[in-house]
């Protein structure tokens, strides 16, 4: 397996536009996360999804921020409309029932 | 809910020497206790799980963790630091449903 794939690995954007961020978890898994890592805030869980089904949004900064399944095999992250404080490392992982978090490389967001 | 406290944001090691990264954790539940390892610009690998099993849980890289319910930690240890360990280190916490809390995280730093 390919492991977590995200993509893209960086974005660059103005203020104000909409971004979306990829991933696809790894075959199998029914646990999808989506963390985001900034030097202020360490790592964050933004929300998670069990069997393509929101479980857990509560770590969503706000509005401007949602995150949808639409089948097993991927994930979209937007956010819209962008600010420069969202800039961060947004990491995808999956897991499975061994209680095991893989982690993608992380898309790397910069607005300017 | 659960929680883990890392202590040390830097730990700087001479090569060869002991490494010990220190975790505490607070859980209302049996917890899954992880070490995570990231490198720079990369995503996290786990390096080692406790899911009650052996107290002593023995990873990749040489290196190990021991799960102390008395002291509620849950430290990692290496014998022998290589430069080649000088990453951020992040200890994490799940009660159920593989939803991981991380600690803030801990830059380790091996000198010659």
């Known amino acids: 397996d390919a492991g977590v794939i995200q993509s893209p690995r960086h974005e660059v954007t103005e203020m104000g536009q909409e971004v979306t961020l990829r991933c696809k978890p790894i075959s199998g898994h029914d646990y999808l996360f989506w963390y985001r890592q900034t030097m202020m805030r360490g790592l964050e869980l933004l929300i998670y999804?069990?069997?393509?089904?929101?479980?857990?949004d509560s770590g969503m900064p706000e509005d401007r921020f949602s995150a949808k399944m639409p089948n097993a095999s991927f994930s979209t992250l937007k956010i819209q409309p962008s600010e420069p404080r969202d800039s961060a490392v947004y990491f995808c992982?999956?897991?499975?029932?061994?209680?095991?978090?893989?982690f993608g490389q992380g898309t790397r967001l910069t607005v300017v | 809910a659960q929680s883990v406290t890392q202590l040390g944001s830097h730990v700087s090691v001479s090569e060869g020497a002991l490494v010990l990264l220190r975790c505490n954790y607070s859980?209302?539940?049996?917890?899954?206790l992880f070490w995570y390892v990231q490198y720079p610009n990369q995503g996290l690998q786990l390096l080692l799980k406790y899911t009650s099993a052996a107290t002593l849980v023995k990873g990749i890289n040489g290196f190990e963790a021991e799960f102390k319910k008395s002291e509620t930690s849950f430290h990692l240890t290496k014998p022998s630091a290589h430069m080649s360990d000088a990453a951020e280190y992040f200890c994490a916490v799940t009660g159920t449903a593989s939803k991981l809390t991380f600690g803030t995280g801990t830059r380790l730093q091996v000198t010659l």
């Open positions: 999804f069990n069997n393509n089904v929101p479980i857990d």
């Open positions: 992982a999956s897991s499975g029932r061994t209680v095991k978090a893989f």
């Open positions: 859980s209302s539940v049996p917890p899954y």
